[in-house]
Every structure is written in C-alpha cells, then in structure tokens.
C-alpha cells in the first residue's frame, strides 16, 4: 500500500485540535545508528569482570542495575549478623556492589554521546523543525518518550540557527528550582499537581534523571558542558541512581512505573490524551512491538480520532506488516462505535528527523 509522506501526514491531521507524539528507539537510532540500536542496557553491559552478579539479577528476577546493586549492599550490611564470620563475604558484596556502578557508568557512557557537541548543530535545528509540529503553534500537544537518552533533552535545549527558522517550542517537563538550593545543577520535579501542563515526558524515564531518596532531581550539567561519564559517575557515587525502565516484558515495565510518582504520572497523562476525542497521536521510531503494551494499549482502549504511524522502508516486508496489523489491532480495540480509530502510515524517512 502506499504511504503518505510526513508533510502529507501532518496537513491531514490539521483536522484535530491537539496534535500528539509517542518516540520509539527509532528516534535515536535515526540520529546515530552506529551507537544506539535495539536492546536494553543490561543486554549490552559487560559482566566478565564480576561475573557472579549474574546470579544477583537471576535471583531478582530483574533486569534493573538499582535493585541489584540495592541488594548486594543490604545483604552487605545484614550478612555478619547471620554468618558469623561472614565478613569476607559481605567484603565481596560490596566490591561488587562497586563494581555495578561502574559497569552501569560505561555501559551508559558507552553507548551514549558524551556532550552535545558531539552532534552536528544541523541535525539538531533539523530535530526542532520536526518537534515544532507537537509543541509548537496552535495544534501544540505533548511529546511522550519510551528513550532514556538524552538526544530528546539535548534537542529542546539547544538553540535554533542563527539565521533561519525559529520554534517556541513547549519544554515544560514538571521540573522546576529546588526552593532549598535555587542555584543547584539539578531541578526537581515539583510533583503531579504542577504536572499537569507538562508536555514533555519520558514515560521510561531518563539518563539526566536521578532518584536521591528524597527528590527525583533532572541535572543539568549540559548547560556545563560536563560529559555524561562524570554526571552518572558523580551521582552514583551519592547513592542517587539514573531513573530508567530496564525490565524487558510489559507487565514489569508497567509494575516498575507504577511505583513511582513520576513515571505513573507520565503514563496517566497520556491515557488522559489518549482519551481526547479530538486529539491524534503520531507514532515514529516504534515498532508497536508487544514489550510496550502497557503504553500502547492506551491507545487502542482511548477515544484520540486517528494514529499516523511511521513506517521504513518498504511496506510489504515482513517487519512493516506486522507493524501495520499491530497499528490495526489497537483500532479493534475500540469499543465505542462514536471514537472509531482511524489508522494512516507514513513515510518515516520523509520526517527528515535528524535532516536530510
């Protein structure tokens, strides 16, 4: 079948008032193919020098480096009590404990560019262009991302060219000074009353946000040009861990962000655009693939009047079909015959995300 361009796309969705966007790994990988691909940072982490924490995930069943590394340092503390002489053990522990952060820190670094100077200024006036049409003008919604990197973050920072186009484009994140420390590197999401106008959320969370116990604070070392290596390093060293989603299936991903405040709120806000008559949502970078479910199904079960979903390549491999019969099976979700969903598909390569 053919597809519409993405400039096609945006022109027939001038008929809906809120125009919305789900990112997917695509997103990234469009930018930098050869350092962000498929798979979670637990598949691409190098284990060999410590390769008894395999068991501590195994044992956990998850995938998350903060519950391991929990772990290993509560168990640390506890063993002597129970062992005797089990301080060697409980020295081990902690060792790897350690050695878990710095694993983290280089798997992350390593797959990850450093500042954003190491990107083109033309790719990032060319991202500005694409996310005018969510989050800026009169159909201006709300960006939602599942990437916890920081290429989204970098690109409604970054300034536009001095000598072209200019976007007011809407960041609002939920983030705002710490009343206790107003020239702090960091800001702290000032919780889900203030949220609400939020239009940028990073349903999975982000490499720039930490969890300190007491306040999820987003660092703004870039405005420092301080590289990602040393932001992750400096906070792990205080115990303040990068919030991200790293379970595989659905149903972890969807327990892991109900229980916290920030992700849960992400994920109600967008059921709630989801559930707006008048609203579509466009879908780029994401192959509707089931491990999302708990963010996709929104969709399918929501009254938003049509999804453009963007499609490589040529339609009638394998791969885009399934796409396509996913993309169909959220529209036979709907139960209420006044908000049928309407599906289109475009031409992902013609958004020119990252520039021609």
Not at 126 to 143: E, I, Q
Not at 175 to 186: I, Q, R, T, V
Request: aromatic share 12%.
């Amino acid at each position: 079948m053919p597809l519409l361009t993405f400039p096609q796309a945006v022109a027939d969705s001038e008929d809906f008032s809120k125009r919305h966007l789900l990112l997917g790994n695509g997103f990234s990988i469009a930018c930098l193919p050869d350092i962000f691909h498929y798979g979670s940072l637990f598949s691409r982490a190098d284990f060999t020098a410590v390769p008894e924490v395999a068991a501590v995930f195994a044992a956990l069943g998850t995938q998350d480096f903060e519950a391991a590394i929990r772990a290993l340092e509560s168990a640390a503390r506890i063993l002597p009590a129970y062992a005797g002489a089990g301080h060697e053990a409980a020295d081990l522990m902690l060792a790897h404990a350690t050695a878990l952060k710095e694993i983290l820190v280089q798997t992350i670094a390593g797959n990850h560019p450093h500042v954003p100077g190491e990107i083109p200024d033309e790719r990032f006036w060319a991202c500005r262009r694409f996310l005018s049409h969510f989050l800026a003008g009169p159909k201006a919604g709300c960006v939602f991302t599942l990437n916890y990197d920081l290429l989204l973050y970098w690109t409604l920072m970054h300034e536009d060219p001095p000598f072209g186009p200019h976007f007011d484009l809407g960041t609002n994140d939920g983030f705002g000074n710490d009343e206790d420390a107003p020239d702090a590197d960091y800001v702290v999401w000032q919780g889900e009353t203030n949220a609400h106008s939020a239009c940028v959320m990073f349903l999975h969370g982000a490499l720039h946000l930490y969890d300190s116990g007491k306040d999820l604070l987003k660092y703004t070392w870039v405005r420092k040009g301080v590289p990602l290596i040393d932001q992750a390093r400096d906070a792990l060293a205080r115990n303040a861990f990068p919030l991200f989603v790293a379970e595989g299936t659905s149903a972890k991903k969807k327990a892991a962000i109900r229980h916290n405040a920030y992700l849960y709120q992400g994920l109600k806000q967008f059921s709630s655009n989801t559930k707006q008559g008048r609203h579509c949502i466009f879908v780029f970078g994401h192959s509707l693939a089931e491990n999302d479910d708990h963010i996709l199904t929104r969709i399918g079960r929501g009254r938003c009047a049509k999804l453009y979903v963007g499609v490589y390549g040529d339609p009638d491999t394998p791969v885009n079909q399934e796409i396509m019969a996913r993309a169909s099976a959220l529209a036979g979700m709907r139960r209420e015959e006044r908000y049928p969903l309407a599906v289109a598909f475009y031409d992902a390569s013609s958004a020119q995300v990252w520039g021609p």
